[in-house]
């Protein structure tokens, strides 16, 4: 008879839940039983265990042998249990020393030759290994996550037998090390957009405030170009924000990369993309591209063409910052506080309103390629403007006329610092009570967003939205009082067209 214990970790959304793998060896006809919900890739670990041990030279042991994955009510996915389930059967048979296994937790996926392969949710799971007090034992190809963390026990093994020596006290495991960037990667600049003064204000809002902007105008217009410079224009990534954004990297399918780090996400799905890529989901819970663009920048081209239904799934997660993925068997919740930045064309062939082109489009069509996107998204949506063709001789202006986005980047972490001292948050996450607190009216200011909001036909939802822009606009001019030429700015950065609103 023999019974060990090996401490590991479970992937669960962003959360990494512990689990205690026990390993059962009984009399009776050789046979190995995994209980504890464990899903395909789990049950499959007997076999890759079983060459994994012969290859490393250990005695395989041919018993009735019982592993248990508890929690029961937990799924276990993935090749991360494979390293606790063969130290489990060379302690139960009596092959180690079993002294190290108390307090450490143990993550990899074994080859056949007994090499440890690299799994997501790492860092997950050094959060938590950390916050507890336990030593963490990862393959050397993970070795970058467990880096990030500067407090805490980690070390790295590139093979079974390496844990094994160093589990009888033989041989010592690597510490993680990564070189990680000094500096986030280069951006592209706002000093190449030529003209679009009216969309760069806006661009410089949206940055200021967290706010969400939808850009209208023909094809060829720099609406893409004007949204890939975002992520140059906000502030630097705390710590905090960070880790969590790498965290989610981590537990996705792509995984972590140094090159990532403090590098605020851009992401831009293809409007082909189905709901379950946009906001997540799967048989076991993975982060959608709401939730690998935390912290950053969820860019959607070509607005109308996702289908509504997908367009749809974001109203939720725009206003909570995070999404909770819901399937029969399991749950996970993942953070998602992006920044929506869509483009669109004012119609099917491009150019209503256009001077310099005809619009082939009738108006039943116009309206019906704009009833594709729901009024509720775009009362979410709290920037709205037009886009205009340039001029055509400032194509061949030696430099741009417009600021660089090392300067607009000052303003804007200025603005934000502002927000932080007097909120905690940014402009765009402030509720209902905190509105009516931070931009408190004169009778004038009152009477002109009452006057736009019957004029223009806007919801209560778009009226806090201009309320919230105006109060950016305030901090960005270093103001603590919001006055009427910030609220004139704020309604008209909500219309997309003279006279017309979405």
Known sequence: M????????????????????????????????????????????????????????????????TVSLAPAELPKDGGCFDLPIALGLIAASRQCRTERLAGTEFLGELSLAGELQPVRGILPAALRARAVGHRLVVPLANSAEAALLERGQFLCA??????????????????????????????????EVMGQQLPRRALEICAAGGHNLLMCGPP??????????????????????????AAIA???QQGFS??????????????????????????????GEISLAHQGVL???????????????????????????????????????FQLICAMNPCPCGFAG??????????????RYAGRISGPLLDRIDLQVQVLRPDPSLLHAPTSSGEDSATVRQRVIAARAQQQQ??????????????????????????????????????????????????????????????????????GLRRLAPGRTL
């Open 258 to 287: 140094p090159a990532q780090w403090r590098q605020r996400p851009f992401r831009a799905p293809h409007h082909t993309a189905s709901a379950i890529a946009l906001v997540g989901g799967g048989q076991s819970p993975r982060p």
């Open 158 to 191: 590139r093979s079974l037998s390496e844990v094994v020596a160093w589990l009888n006290g033989k041989a010592e495991l690597t510490l993680p090390h990564a070189e990680l960037p000094a500096t986030p990667a280069p951006t592209p600049d706002l000093k």
């Open 299 to 337: 860019f959607l081209d070509e607005l109308p063409e996702f289908p509504r239904r997908v367009l749809d799934s974001l109203r939720e997660p725009l206003e909570a910052g995070a999404i909770t993925i819901s399937r029969a068997s399991a749950q996970a919740d993942f953070p998602a506080a």
């Open 422 to 491: 007097r909120q905690q948050m940014t402009n765009a996450r402030l509720n209902s009570q905190a509105l009516r607190q931070l931009c408190a009216f004169e009778p004038a200011e009152q009477k002109l967003l009452t006057q736009a909001a019957r004029q223009l036909q806007l919801s209560p939802r778009a009226c806090q939205s201009i309320m919230r822009v105006a109060r950016t606009i305030a901090d960005l001019d270093g103001i603590d009082h919001i006055a009427i030429d910030h609220l004139s700015e704020a309604i």
């Open 250 to 252: 981590s537990v996705s």
């Open 354 to 367: 256009d001077p310099a082109a005809s619009c082939r489009c009738s108006s039943e069509q116009v309206q």
């Open 2 to 65: 023999g019974l060990a214990r090996v401490l590991s970790r479970a992937c669960a959304g962003v959360c990494a839940p512990g689990v205690m793998v026990e390993t059962h060896l009984s009399g009776g006809l050789p046979r190995v039983a995994i209980v504890g919900m464990p899903r395909k890739a789990v049950t499959e670990a007997r076999d890759r265990v079983r060459a994994a041990l012969m290859n490393c030279g250990f005695d395989y042991p041919a018993r009735n042998i």
């Open 220 to 245: 060829g217009t720099g609406k893409t170009m004007l949204a890939a410079r975002l992520p140059g224009l906000l502030p630097p990534m705390t710590e905090a924000e960070a880790l969590e954004s």
